[in-house]
Nanobody, 120 residues
Framework: QVQLVESGGGLVQAGGSLRLSCAASGNIASIYDMGWSRQAPGKQRELVAVITSGGSTNYADSVKGRFTISRDNAKKTVYLQMNNLKPEDTGVYYC??????????????WGQGTQVTVSS
């Protein structure tokens, strides 16, 4: 079984910064894409950023130039550095990973979510 545990959320004023972390653990053979999504109250979950195992990245237009996704493959951890935060960035942030478990099966795993609140 694979677990993803997020940390780093909190309350910050507009213009501030936060860094989210997400560590994977369990019976893991390999990890492919890792990413972050978010869900604001009353809205659908949306993709924020993705990073491949090789380090290629992709971002939602709304966060380009402000957010940076990175990963440490040795630590099985993905990060999201969020700068110049805006009130519309408020939501629950979820990490996800495409993981090959010890049974050889590929599954998408999700974390439990961490709250990010940006005050104006």
């Amino acid at each position: 079984q694979v677990q993803l545990v997020e940390s780093g959320g909190g309350l910050v004023q507009a213009g501030g910064s936060l860094r989210l972390s997400c560590a994977a653990s369990g019976n893991i053979a390999s990890i492919y894409d890792m990413g972050w999504s978010r869900q604001a109250p009353g809205k659908q979950r949306e993709l924020v950023a993705v990073i491949t195992s090789g380090g290629s990245t992709n971002y939602a237009d709304s966060v380009k130039g402000r957010f940076t996704i990175s990963r440490d493959n040795a630590k099985k951890t993905v990060y999201l550095q969020m700068n110049n935060l805006k009130p519309e960035d408020t939501g629950v942030y979820y990490c996800n990973a495409d993981v090959v478990g010890g049974d050889g099966r590929l599954r998408k795993s999700w974390g439990q979510g961490t709250q990010v609140t940006v005050s104006s």
